[in-house]
C-alpha cells in the first residue's frame, strides 16, 4: 500500500520560494506516476503538476507555468516541487497523489489518483 507523506510548506511573503517534498514508501515509487494538486478555500480541488514514472513532465497547470518546477528521486522514493516567484493566489493545501500506468491526460485528472498524501499549507502573503 502506496503511503505519501508530504512536507515543506509555510508562509513566505510574495516573490517568495519553497519547496514541498513528497516522500513515498510501502510500495515502489518507480512504478508510479506522481502528481501535484492544490485547493485554496472555498475552491475545488486544482491540478499543478505531474511527473511521470520514467522523469518525463506531461504538464503543468497554466498558472505555474514558468515557476514551478516538479521533480522525483526514484532512489530517495520522493518527488518535489520546487516553487519559485510565488504570489498571493498561490495560497492553498497542497497534496502529492499516486497512481500506476496513467495514460494519455489522466494526469490531471485527481480522481485518477487512488494514493494521496497528506496536505500541507502555503501561504503567500502579498
Known amino acids: 500500500q502506496m503511503q505519501l507523506v508530504v512536507s515543506g510548506g509555510g508562509l513566505v511573503q510574495s516573490g517568495d520560494s519553497l519547496r514541498l517534498s513528497c516522500e513515498a514508501s510501502?510500495?515502489?515509487?518507480?512504478?508510479?506516476?506522481m502528481g501535484w494538486f492544490r485547493q485554496a478555500p472555498g475552491k475545488e480541488r486544482e491540478f499543478v503538476a505531474a511527473?511521470?514514472?520514467?522523469?518525463?513532465?506531461?504538464g503543468y497547470a497554466d498558472s505555474v507555468k514558468g515557476r514551478f518546477t516538479v521533480s522525483r528521486d526514484n532512489a530517495k522514493a520522493t518527488m518535489y516541487l520546487q516553487m519559485n516567484n510565488l504570489k498571493p493566489e498561490d495560497t492553498a493545501v497542497y497534496s502529492c497523489?499516486?497512481?500506476?500506468?496513467?495514460?494519455?491526460?489522466?494526469?490531471?485528472?485527481?480522481?485518477?489518483?487512488?494514493?494521496w498524501g497528506q496536505g500541507t499549507q502555503v501561504t503567500v502573503s502579498s
Open positions: 510501502g510500495s515502489s515509487f518507480s512504478d508510479y506516476d
Open positions: 511527473i511521470r514514472r520514467n522523469g518525463r513532465v506531461p
Open positions: 497523489a499516486a497512481a500506476i500506468n496513467l495514460i494519455m491526460f489522466e494526469y490531471l485528472n485527481s480522481r485518477k489518483y487512488p494514493y
